[in-house]
């Protein structure tokens, strides 16, 4: 029986007749590496896809049944969850209504412009004010749906309490509280799909697709996302921009997924798909309230790049970056951000350790609380210091101090 991802990969390596320092020497990394994946050590999810793509299988046939041994939650425990989880799953009467502690009389127009604000905190990078916040209104939603139900205005309420949940999920998603987000992102979907608001509950399905990624829940990612897309897919004559942006997003998770699971080419149809959507847009578009924050030709090239690093090419990575904007634009701080995550990797890679070094400071000064919440980040600042053989640079133990890893 097969029982984790080494267990998979070895029955794999043997089918093909390879020892453990062929498959490392054709996947480029050290027999050490699956020496221990084989015994049942952790992996990190571009090992995996290294390995997947030697094998010729994809990443999600490696990764099935185990994710948690892959993926480390390892932020979930420094902040208090319990207040969030309280509210996104009260305990619920015979009749299913919740038991709330906010008996108030729920006001809408309050908790949309509450709605508001949680949006702002959750760009402000804000994740300390948002850990008190989002329960709070989480739990002023419930009321107002339990408040409204059976009246002319439930429909705005769910649609309310939908937006609330997904702006939520994706405080949690970013500190890896995956299970929590998922849990917040299905009832959002409901939501939106109660008061009839297709575009919310696309965007949410859009979080989902996320958070599915980040659990290396490959397969379900990219089915959820493909099949979404298919279904809100806009007439291109007639299209809004919202549901271009909503039809993209989809379609760039759809990608993502396919790209990670070792499915070249139908992440290169769904990128192309998404290139559509954006070259009819013309320019960035956003709406902050629908989770996506910006979408256009601009965010649908630094998906370009991201999948160039996912393919394990990262001269591929620096070469298209160089021809980018160098500047954010009108592309979210998010997606900005993540590209040059990319980049830092890619340097990181190819041995250029000051450069990339170099990038990850520029993120520290930028955007600290968001950076210090990204393994991605993390991960290549243990490469770096991993091969240093002088004592750290300051610009290092910076970094390290920020991460906890002193």
């Known amino acids: 029986m097969q029982d984790s991802p080494g267990d998979r990969i ?46 010729g299988v994809t990443t999600g046939s490696l990764i099935s049944g185990q994710p948690a041994r892959i993926l480390r939650h390892g932020d979930d425990g420094k902040l208090d969850l319990l207040e969030t989880r309280r509210a996104i799953s009260p305990p619920v009467r015979l009749d299913g209504r919740p038991i709330l502690d906010d008996d108030t009389e729920p006001d809408l127009d309050a908790l949309r412009d509450a709605a ?126 919202e549901q271009l942006a909503a039809w993209g997003w989809l379609l760039l998770r759809a990608s993502a997924a396919a790209a990670r699971n070792n499915r070249p080419g139908e992440s290169a149809e769904a990128l192309a798909l998404a290139r559509t959507a954006a070259a009819r847009l013309g320019r960035e578009v956003y709406h902050d309230m629908r989770g996506w924050g910006a979408f256009g030709p601009l965010t649908v090239e630094l998906r370009v790049v991201e999948a160039e690093l996912v393919a394990d090419r990262p001269d591929r990575v620096l070469a298209l970056s160089e021809r980018l904007p160098q500047v954010r634009g009108r592309t979210s701080s998010d997606s900005w951000h993540r ?23 520029e993120l520290r000064h930028e955007a600290p609380a968001w950076l210090r919440h990204q393994r991605m980040a993390q991960e290549t600042l243990t490469s770096v210091v991993g091969r240093r053989k002088r004592a750290l640079t300051r610009e290092q133990r910076a970094l390290v101090e920020l991460f906890g890893a002193a």
Not at 27 to 50: C, S, Y
Not at 339 to 356: F, K
């Open 116 to 241: 508001v604000r949680l949006d702002a905190a959750y760009h402000g990078d804000r994740y300390t004010d948002l850990a008190t916040i989002v329960p709070r209104l989480i739990t002023s939603a419930h009321a107002a749906v339990a408040h409204h139900q059976h009246t002319p205005r439930e429909a705005e309420a769910r649609r309310l309490r939908a937006i609330v949940l997904q702006i939520g999920a994706r405080y949690l998603t970013q500190v890896r509280a995956y299970d929590l987000a998922h849990m917040a992102l299905t009832e959002s979907v409901r939501d939106a799909a109660a008061s009839g608001d297709e575009m919310v509950a696309a965007a949410s399905v859009t979080g989902q697709a996320w958070v599915l990624i980040r659990q290396g829940r490959l397969d379900d990612a990219e089915r959820l996302s493909a099949l979404t897309a298919a279904e809100v897919e806009p007439r291109m004559s007639t299209a809004t921009d």
């Open 339 to 361: 590209h040059q995550l990319d980049v830092a990797e890619a340097y990181a890679r190819l041995r250029r350790d000051s450069e990339a070094t170099q990038v990850l400071t």
């Open 10 to 55: 070895r029955e794999q390596r043997m089918l093909r007749g390879m020892t453990q320092e062929e498959l490392a020497e054709t996947a480029g990394m050290h027999p050490n590496t699956i020496r221990k994946i084989e015994q049942g050590g952790t992996a990190r999810m571009d090992t995996l896809h290294r390995i997947a793509r030697v094998l």
